[in-house]
């Protein structure tokens, strides 16, 4: 006697139910300006890092020559 076969579905993650949800309630056109804010958001806090690292840089340079 055989088992039946198992289908076994994933549970969606969390970011997935809210986009989901993101795409029910909000037109194409206001999620993608939420996306594009998301995208800058995530792009300026990079360039805030390297321009920490670079600060950082610039000082060891100065203090190394002193």
């Not at 309630?25 to 995208?39: D, H, I, K």
Request: aromatic share 4%; charged share 30%; proline share 5%.
């Amino acid at each position: 006697m055989q088992a039946a076969p198992v289908r076994a579905t994933p549970i969606p993650s969390f970011t997935d139910a809210l986009r989901a949800v993101e795409s029910l309630l909000m037109s194409g056109g206001q999620r993608t300006a939420r996306r594009n804010a998301w995208t800058s958001v995530l792009e300026d806090r990079r360039r805030a890092k390297d321009r920490v690292e670079a600060q950082r840089v610039l000082e060891q340079a100065a203090s190394s020559r002193s």
